[in-house]
């Protein structure tokens, strides 16, 4: 193995190449903004479009209403109803998918260029001149509908659900994206075309695009996508702050596996040691297989198969959040590895040495992430939707090597509240302590 | 709109046989080899970023376990992460990330596959590494047991964790008389709980060795490459005259009677109904029949304009889903699937009788030429997006040589597809659709759980 790891070491100073890819901000005749990668070697282009406020901006009383709102894009527009609209996706062999999250309406599509023209009519006709038929509205109604009972059932769905309860209360952030089963049945064609009107606006849009595609026809096409959009939607609903108690709550389920998520607050996007918060969580809970979690938990022990943490800065509140699952019979002591890990890091912080490899290993896999179409348009959207510029992609990697030993310290003290840290399990736990009542 | 779509086909179809003949010459900058001790090398070249996937795929699945054994083929893929003469347990992971790379593995039924993604630059370690644990895996008993525990947590949340997974599990036990197909990759979990040491290196040392394995590096990379650092890693690795001998395995008798199956358990809150019939699988040379079969799970399930779905969902009002599965890529005989969630108010049986009579009018209607023509064209034009990701275009390569294909046949497939007649299609599925072969299975909640859920919805309402 020396062998092995002392030729690493002259690679890993080399560095791996960063992936040459040239960003233009292509601002349209309508006064959009938008992002490209222009690259004409595969005859197609991949675009994203965000729009902020999602599901977070139903109405009082109407939750589910974005979400179904956005399930029915595909299901009849202009003069097509659903099979309709299919049958044209179909017969340009575009793909359109649309969906909805607590903070965005996503749009992705991917286009070939030879029939470029019409799959943007087409994907124009849902946007701005969706149909919402009656028979649509009950079609779709009835699957959301099957989606919500089968989430009753469904051990993560189940703790998601009383984890953001428990969280954010009657902020939407409090309650499923989906909505309820009372709120999806009366809902009204004018609730959706209310929804509708609230998400879908000029002025939360935010655009990527790459592969085979100039700025100028870029421009014209967003032009002719989104022109006739409303100027404007509804406004965003209010800041919440994170309050949580350490302790575990129980929801008890007949299942041979408990389910548990895990978390308190967060930290912003924004904040100036998001990258060490970053770096940090990559030590802790981080997906690789050298996160000390994974390491305690599954390698050591044997207690879980996947667990993980990560940081969810959202737009009107942060979550620190993690997920573990355990046979019934040992999800008390994963628990408690993870309370402990929690623990330790806050008071010790991490080692030279766990730094080192966390920071390789991120700015290594950054250039990696650049690999394709799909992949860029992804990662260009999500980037103006943290504020980033495209500056930002040759001097991450920058940022990251600047984190200190003392950073992580610091921010491993400030953002890890092993005092905060609240449970919800979902199964038929034993041997573990709870505090919070059934719900 | 029809009318101008219809116009917009046309005109498409009609340049499409020029590219379609391209397609196969350029689309894929593909290149095979094979290295002295018989390991097949596949290269696909994709320069766009300085990217590459590196893959070993063992001609070995879970379908090849002794039985009593069963969920060893992946307990062992997780063992390979523990380290060999000259690496530590995690090191292999832990090289692959310091590097900025991931890395994973799975099993199937025909295969496993272990994979990294890197830099360019470092294909030669991952080379290395893997070489070295094709044959020199070094475990210990203490640290077998603790993956075991993970193996069998992994199971819980696959499939204890989940009644769908459950009845699925039952339905494959039912449909596979005597074909290891019928036992869970996972393993049976009375099984899983004994698996030792010994039944892991009596599967390593029957089935890893570089005569038994295709290498398949995708990205960055030109063939002469690859071949330089394949002969230097993997050309250092003997082959093994005890491995790769041709795989048998015990096949399917004549069956004789359908087989039904009603599952419960209180974890159903969206009861459903599956059929599955026996299908088979693509074969080196003759693969005609499983490309009609893969049209036949398109024309039936789809999407929104799928007979299924149109008959089901839009006319007949009588189901949320109706899907159609089909997977040719085996080495043996596999199944052509269905599934219905019926909508609130509609039984299983009456779901099932739809299904039944919506597929007995397709046979006797045919299929329908536009819908043919626009599945088709949507394959070809998969085959463009499909250029944007080369890992999976590695991943077809590495499947179907596992799966007893040719690289011939991995290239003679998308052009067969399009050659494939409506005529075909049903012929095929005639052929299928035999009751005496199939299995027919109901998941749902007991019925006092079905009727507490009934009445807490009403009164919700």
Redesign the interface.
Same mark, same amino acid.
């Given at each position: #193995?020396t062998r092995?790891?002392s030729? $690493?070491a002259a #690679?890993?100073l080399?560095g @791996? +190449?960063? *992936?040459a890819i040239e960003i233009e901000e292509v601002e349209t005749p309508g006064g959009f903004n938008a992002w490209l990668v222009e690259?004409p =070697?595969? @005859?197609?282009t +991949?675009l994203e479009l965000r729009f902020t406020g999602g599901a977070a901006l139903d109405a009082e009383g109407k939750r589910g209403a974005t979400n179904l709102m956005v399930g029915l894009l595909e299901e009849g527009a %202009?003069? #097509?109803d *659903? !099979?309709?609209f299919? /049958?044209?996706t /179909? /017969?340009? +062999?575009a =793909?359109f998918s649309y969906e909805a999250s607590q903070d965005t309406v996503s749009v992705s599509a991917?286009f $070939?260029t030879?029939?470029r023209d019409?799959s943007v009519a087409l994907l124009r006709e849902s946007l701005v001149n969706p149909t919402f038929s009656e028979t649509a509205i009950e079609?779709v109604r009835?699957?959301v509908?099957?989606g919500l !009972?089968?989430d009753?059932?469904d051990?993560d769905a189940i703790a998601s659900e009383a984890f953001d309860r428990t969280v954010f209360g009657d902020h939407p952030y409090g309650s499923p994206k989906k909505g309820t089963?009372?709120s999806v049945?009366a809902m009204t064609r004018d609730d959706i075309l209310a929804a509708w009107r609230a998400a879908i606006a000029q002025d939360r849009v935010v655009i990527s695009a790459a592969g085979d595609i100039s700025a100028e026809e870029l421009a014209s096409l967003i032009d002719e996508l989104l022109g006739d959009l409303p100027e404007e939607g509804a406004p965003k609903p209010e800041d919440i702050d994170v309050g949580t108690a350490a302790g575990n709550t129980v929801i008890p389920f007949? &299942? @041979?596996?408990s389910?548990a998520i895990f978390g308190h607050e967060g930290i912003e996007r924004d904040d100036e040691d998001f990258f060490a918060a970053y770096v940090m969580n990559t030590i802790l809970g981080g997906g690789?297989?050298?996160a000390r979690l994974m390491?305690e938990v !599954?390698?050591?022990? %044997?207690?879980?198969?996947?667990i993980y943490s990560y940081l969810m800065p959202m737009d009107h509140a942060e979550l620190y959040l993690g997920r573990v699952?355990? *046979?019934n019979d040992?999800i008390a002591e994963a628990i408690s590895v993870i309370r402990d890990e929690w623990r330790k890091l806050a008071e010790n912080g991490v080692t030279e040495a766990e730094l080192e490899?966390a920071k &390789?290993?991120?700015?290594?896999?950054?250039?990696?992430r650049?690999?394709?179409?799909?992949p860029i348009a992804r990662i260009l959207v999500g980037m103006q939707m943290d504020g980033l510029t495209p500056e930002y992609i040759e001097t991450r990697n920058d940022r990251i090597e600047a984190v200190t030993l003392e950073d992580i310290q610091r921010v491993a003290a400030r953002v890890l509240k092993p005092d905060a840290l609240r449970f919800v399990v979902v199964g038929q736990p034993e041997g573990l302590e709870t505090d919070a009542p059934v719900q | 709109m029809t009318r101008l779509a219809a116009a917009l086909a046309a005109l498409m179809f009609a340049a499409l046989p020029a590219q379609a003949q391209d397609i196969r010459e350029t689309l894929e900058e593909v290149t095979t080899f094979e290295l002295d001790n018989g390991m097949e090398v596949v290269v696909v070249e994709d320069h766009r970023a300085p990217v590459v996937v590196h893959m070993v795929w063992y001609r070995a699945g879970a379908a090849d376990e002794q039985p009593g054994a069963s969920g060893v083929a992946h307990f062992l893929e997780h063992l390979l992460f523990k380290g060999t003469d000259t690496l530590e347990p995690g090191e292999f992971s832990e090289v692959v990330a310091r590097n900025g790379g991931s890395d994973n593995a799975f099993t199937s039924f025909d295969q496993t596959a272990y994979y990294q993604r890197v830099a360019a630059d470092r294909l030669g370690l991952m080379m290395e590494m893997e070489a070295d644990r094709m044959v020199n895996l070094r475990l210990d008993r203490e640290d077998i047991l603790t993956e075991r525990d993970v193996i069998i947590e992994e199971r819980n949340m696959r499939v204890e964790n989940d009644p769908s997974a459950l009845m699925r599990e039952q339905l494959n036990a039912a449909l596979y008389l005597n074909h290891p197909y019928g036992t869970p990759i996972i393993g049976w979990r009375e099984e899983m709980v004994s698996l030792d040491l010994d039944d892991a290196y009596a599967y390593y040392d029957r089935f890893y060795a570089p005569n038994n394995a295709i290498l398949v590096v995708a990205g960055d990379v030109s063939p002469d490459e690859v071949r330089d650092m394949a002969e230097e890693h993997y050309g250092a690795v003997p082959a093994n005259p005890e491995v790769g001998a041709p795989r048998t395995r015990p096949q399917e008798p004549r069956q004789m009677a359908e087989r039904r199956l009603t599952m419960e358990d209180p974890r159903v809150s969206q009861p459903y109904v599956m059929r599955s019939y026996l299908a088979p699988e693509r074969d080196p040379g003759d693969q005609r029949e499983a490309a009609a079969l893969t049209l036949l799970e398109e024309v039936l399930g789809g999407g929104q304009t799928s007979v299924l779905n149109r008959a089901l969902q839009f006319d007949r009002k009588m189901a949320v889903y109706a899907g159609a599965f089909y997977d040719g890529t085996k080495y043996d005989d596999g199944s052509f699937g269905f599934a219905v969630v019926p909508a609130p108010g509609v039984s299983l049986e009456e779901a099932e009788a739809a299904l039944d009579e919506t597929l007995q009018d397709f046979l006797e209607e045919g299929v329908d030429p536009d819908q043919l023509a626009r599945i088709k064209f949507q394959m070809k034009a998969s085959r463009i997006y499909a250029q944007d990701n080369v890992g999976s275009i590695a991943r077809r390569y590495g499947r179907a040589l596992t799966s007893g294909l040719t690289v011939e046949d991995v290239q003679a497939w998308p052009a067969l597809l399009q050659e494939v007649t409506g005529e075909e299609i049903v012929a095929a599925a005639r052929e299928v659709f035999n009751r005496d072969s199939s299995v027919t299975a109901y998941l749902k909640a007991p019925e006092a759980e079905q009727d507490a859920a009934q009445e807490n919805e009403e009164v919700m309402q």
């Amino acid at each position: #193995m020396t062998r092995i790891l002392s030729l $690493l070491a002259a #690679m890993v100073l080399a560095g @791996p +190449a960063l *992936a040459a890819i040239e960003i233009e901000e292509v601002e349209t005749p309508g006064g959009f903004n938008a992002w490209l990668v222009e690259e004409p =070697s595969i @005859p197609f282009t +991949a675009l994203e479009l965000r729009f902020t406020g999602g599901a977070a901006l139903d109405a009082e009383g109407k939750r589910g209403a974005t979400n179904l709102m956005v399930g029915l894009l595909e299901e009849g527009a %202009g003069d #097509m109803d *659903a !099979r309709g609209f299919a /049958e044209a996706t /179909e /017969e340009l +062999a575009a =793909s359109f998918s649309y969906e909805a999250s607590q903070d965005t309406v996503s749009v992705s599509a991917k286009f $070939l260029t030879e029939t470029r023209d019409d799959s943007v009519a087409l994907l124009r006709e849902s946007l701005v001149n969706p149909t919402f038929s009656e028979t649509a509205i009950e079609r779709v109604r009835k699957q959301v509908l099957s989606g919500l !009972r089968s989430d009753r059932t469904d051990p993560d769905a189940i703790a998601s659900e009383a984890f953001d309860r428990t969280v954010f209360g009657d902020h939407p952030y409090g309650s499923p994206k989906k909505g309820t089963i009372e709120s999806v049945e009366a809902m009204t064609r004018d609730d959706i075309l209310a929804a509708w009107r609230a998400a879908i606006a000029q002025d939360r849009v935010v655009i990527s695009a790459a592969g085979d595609i100039s700025a100028e026809e870029l421009a014209s096409l967003i032009d002719e996508l989104l022109g006739d959009l409303p100027e404007e939607g509804a406004p965003k609903p209010e800041d919440i702050d994170v309050g949580t108690a350490a302790g575990n709550t129980v929801i008890p389920f007949d &299942t @041979p596996q408990s389910v548990a998520i895990f978390g308190h607050e967060g930290i912003e996007r924004d904040d100036e040691d998001f990258f060490a918060a970053y770096v940090m969580n990559t030590i802790l809970g981080g997906g690789g297989f050298e996160a000390r979690l994974m390491e305690e938990v !599954r390698e050591k022990r %044997g207690l879980t198969y996947g667990i993980y943490s990560y940081l969810m800065p959202m737009d009107h509140a942060e979550l620190y959040l993690g997920r573990v699952a355990s *046979a019934n019979d040992r999800i008390a002591e994963a628990i408690s590895v993870i309370r402990d890990e929690w623990r330790k890091l806050a008071e010790n912080g991490v080692t030279e040495a766990e730094l080192e490899q966390a920071k &390789t290993y991120l700015t290594g896999a950054y250039p990696l992430r650049f690999d394709g179409n799909g992949p860029i348009a992804r990662i260009l959207v999500g980037m103006q939707m943290d504020g980033l510029t495209p500056e930002y992609i040759e001097t991450r990697n920058d940022r990251i090597e600047a984190v200190t030993l003392e950073d992580i310290q610091r921010v491993a003290a400030r953002v890890l509240k092993p005092d905060a840290l609240r449970f919800v399990v979902v199964g038929q736990p034993e041997g573990l302590e709870t505090d919070a009542p059934v719900q | 709109m029809t009318r101008l779509a219809a116009a917009l086909a046309a005109l498409m179809f009609a340049a499409l046989p020029a590219q379609a003949q391209d397609i196969r010459e350029t689309l894929e900058e593909v290149t095979t080899f094979e290295l002295d001790n018989g390991m097949e090398v596949v290269v696909v070249e994709d320069h766009r970023a300085p990217v590459v996937v590196h893959m070993v795929w063992y001609r070995a699945g879970a379908a090849d376990e002794q039985p009593g054994a069963s969920g060893v083929a992946h307990f062992l893929e997780h063992l390979l992460f523990k380290g060999t003469d000259t690496l530590e347990p995690g090191e292999f992971s832990e090289v692959v990330a310091r590097n900025g790379g991931s890395d994973n593995a799975f099993t199937s039924f025909d295969q496993t596959a272990y994979y990294q993604r890197v830099a360019a630059d470092r294909l030669g370690l991952m080379m290395e590494m893997e070489a070295d644990r094709m044959v020199n895996l070094r475990l210990d008993r203490e640290d077998i047991l603790t993956e075991r525990d993970v193996i069998i947590e992994e199971r819980n949340m696959r499939v204890e964790n989940d009644p769908s997974a459950l009845m699925r599990e039952q339905l494959n036990a039912a449909l596979y008389l005597n074909h290891p197909y019928g036992t869970p990759i996972i393993g049976w979990r009375e099984e899983m709980v004994s698996l030792d040491l010994d039944d892991a290196y009596a599967y390593y040392d029957r089935f890893y060795a570089p005569n038994n394995a295709i290498l398949v590096v995708a990205g960055d990379v030109s063939p002469d490459e690859v071949r330089d650092m394949a002969e230097e890693h993997y050309g250092a690795v003997p082959a093994n005259p005890e491995v790769g001998a041709p795989r048998t395995r015990p096949q399917e008798p004549r069956q004789m009677a359908e087989r039904r199956l009603t599952m419960e358990d209180p974890r159903v809150s969206q009861p459903y109904v599956m059929r599955s019939y026996l299908a088979p699988e693509r074969d080196p040379g003759d693969q005609r029949e499983a490309a009609a079969l893969t049209l036949l799970e398109e024309v039936l399930g789809g999407g929104q304009t799928s007979v299924l779905n149109r008959a089901l969902q839009f006319d007949r009002k009588m189901a949320v889903y109706a899907g159609a599965f089909y997977d040719g890529t085996k080495y043996d005989d596999g199944s052509f699937g269905f599934a219905v969630v019926p909508a609130p108010g509609v039984s299983l049986e009456e779901a099932e009788a739809a299904l039944d009579e919506t597929l007995q009018d397709f046979l006797e209607e045919g299929v329908d030429p536009d819908q043919l023509a626009r599945i088709k064209f949507q394959m070809k034009a998969s085959r463009i997006y499909a250029q944007d990701n080369v890992g999976s275009i590695a991943r077809r390569y590495g499947r179907a040589l596992t799966s007893g294909l040719t690289v011939e046949d991995v290239q003679a497939w998308p052009a067969l597809l399009q050659e494939v007649t409506g005529e075909e299609i049903v012929a095929a599925a005639r052929e299928v659709f035999n009751r005496d072969s199939s299995v027919t299975a109901y998941l749902k909640a007991p019925e006092a759980e079905q009727d507490a859920a009934q009445e807490n919805e009403e009164v919700m309402q």
